[in-house]
């Protein structure tokens, strides 16, 4: 059965496309079937595969609308050969003007990867910094949802904003919706506002946080790392950039974790 999982955190900047990217590279190379869906005009994660819009046929603003089916804008990667993705582009600014507004807004994307859902063992979808129309898609097309939280001030507001979404959607139309984790990003174990962040996220949530498996008692968290930062640059997921990374070696733990679980 398909996993669908939502990477989302209304706040920018907090490592939700590059969790999203490296979560679905680390699966695909576990030979799991991936689909990733860039569901942010940002299009960072479209971007970060060297994706060039002259390239692309259709992204999923079209399939949004209906002009063409998710089929037709899957994009197969040369060099990962279990990891697809549907790009976006900014055009998908408009899907709350064009599509929402609409009857059953909140199910557009659902609809749409039915067809497509037996095709993958996971779909992970890269969300925008709002909680607006297109997250609130995102999450009701989702099985679960990880919410990336940087180690830095103001880490935890707008959490609650967040968890209220998620509930009111369980609520409403997705009841089989669960919160995966918290994952905390850009970790820098010098820094004591890092240390306190993870120390209120475990006291707080600590059910939320994701074991380690190679260190007992601790948690999986991401540290601040360049080459994560680096490696969009050069078209690649960290694993295909700096394996052995501590970033690279974070995303491959999560993906364990996750797959234990699948
Ligand atoms: N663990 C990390 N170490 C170092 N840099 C990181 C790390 N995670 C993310 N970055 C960098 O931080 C910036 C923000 O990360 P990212 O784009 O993944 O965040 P986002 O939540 O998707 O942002 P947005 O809200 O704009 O979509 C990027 O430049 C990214 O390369
Ligand atoms: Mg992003």
């Known amino acids: 059965m398909c996993e669908v999982i939502t990477i989302a955190n209304q706040k920018g900047g907090v490592g939700k496309t590059t969790t999203a990217v490296n979560l679905a590279a680390s699966l695909a190379t576990s030979e799991k079937r991936v689909l990733l869906i860039d569901f942010d005009p940002q299009a960072n994660a479209t971007t970060t595969f060297g994706i060039r819009r002259n390239e692309v046929q259709a992204d999923i603003y079209h399939v949004l609308g ?5 089929s037709q804008a899957i994009i197969q990667l040369k060099d990962l050969e279990y990891l697809h ?3 976006s582009s900014i ?12 009857n059953n807004g909140q199910t557009i994307l659902r609809n749409k990867i039915e067809d497509i859902k037996d095709e993958y063992d996971f779909i992970i979808i890269d969300s925008p910094p709002a909680l607006g129309a297109l997250t609130v898609n995102a999450l009701v097309a989702s099985n679960s949802v990880i919410v990336p939280i940087q180690c830095e001030f103001y880490a935890l507001e707008g959490l609650a904003q967040l968890l209220n979404t998620v ?4 609520d409403t139309s997705n009841p089989n919706i669960v919160i995966r984790g ?8 010098q820094h004591n506002l890092s240390r306190q962040v993870l120390e209120d996220l475990s006291q707080h949530f600590g059910d939320k946080l994701f074991p380690d498996s190679k260190k007992k008692g601790e948690y999986i968290i991401v540290p ?19 394996a052995k990374s501590s970033g690279s070696v974070a995303y491959q733990n999560l993906a364990e974790f996750i797959l234990k679980g699948a």
């Open 182 to 189: 918290f994952l905390p990003t850009m970790y820098v174990g």
């Open 167 to 170: 509930k009111v959607i369980k």
């Open 85 to 87: 993705i549907v790009p």
């Open 66 to 70: 209906g002009t063409k089916n998710i």
């Open 91 to 102: 055009g998908l600014a408009g899907f709350e003007k064009d599509f929402y507004k609409k």
């Open 224 to 242: 601040r790392n360049v080459r994560l930062a680096e490696s969009p640059s050069f078209g690649k997921p960290i694993l295909f950039y700096d």
